[in-house]
């Protein structure tokens, strides 16, 4: 590693010479910002302030015209600020116009902006409502603010095909309570590593009851551990 980050450093320096001896200035080299997606701040009257929301749509080549499914599916990602999980999970989207090897997606990126009592569910356990749990609990005003004004929002941006949400750890959570709650928000859910010792395993242990509620649905729930 030592030696392949010595080869990289001696290669910039000598090429850096070597614009130097061609009298090439950095700052006469034609240039230009690389734009991916575009940020928006969204007046919020559920949170009485602006926030965050980003948006990816991929431009499709001539051949993803037929070759891909169209309209685009929707991805929506909690934790997506752009100092958060917005710019590799649009990027993993932009990728599959080079491969092709899986369907490209619009990406909506929804920043937290104080994420762990923004997205949690409200606890029941008295554990939970102390030693440091303090003021979390917000998961439904997020949801609102995800359903009532985020989504109407993107929808006058885009139109799209099949809507998913992902999120992980905590945002993991969020969706798993979102799925199991309110299982026609979106068509598809995406749950990674969720943090369901929440709450004492709440939402583990009111599964089964809940799901009793998806007997005739076609929604789906994706969920690593």
């Known amino acids: 590693m030592l030696v392949v980050g010595a080869a990289l450093l ?3 320096t000598t090429q850096r010479h070597a614009s130097a001896r061609a009298g090439i200035e950095p700052t006469s080299v034609e240039r230009a910002p690389i734009a991916f997606g575009t940020t928006y701040q969204l007046p919020s009257a559920i949170y009485a302030m602006q926030r965050e929301i980003n948006v990816y749509v991929p431009t499709l080549p001539a051949w993803g015209e037929e070759y891909f499914e169209q309209p685009l599916p929707v991805l929506y990602v909690i934790d997506g600020g752009l100092d958060q999980d917005f710019f590799h999970i649009a990027g993993l ?13 619009i990406v909506v990126g929804v920043r937290t902006h ?27 005003t997020f949801r609102r603010h995800l359903l009532e004004e985020v989504k109407p929002f993107v929808e006058t941006l885009v139109a799209g095909g099949r809507e998913a949400l992902m999120g992980e750890s905590l945002a993991g959570l969020f969706v798993v309570e979102t799925f199991l709650q309110q299982p026609d928000a979106f068509d598809d859910y995406v749950a990674i590593s969720p943090s369901l010792w929440w709450d004492d395993r709440r939402l583990p242990k009111q599964a089964r009851e809940l799901l009793k509620q998806h007997a005739t649905s076609d929604r789906r729930l994706y969920l690593t551990m």
């Open 93 to 105: 989207s932009q990728l599959t116009l080079i491969n092709a090897e899986r369907q490209p997606m």
């Open 10 to 12: 001696s290669a910039c």
């Open 114 to 140: 104080d994420r762990r009592p923004e997205i949690s569910p409200a606890a029941n356990d008295p554990r939970y409502l102390a030693n440091g749990f303090e003021g979390w609990g917000g998961s439904q």
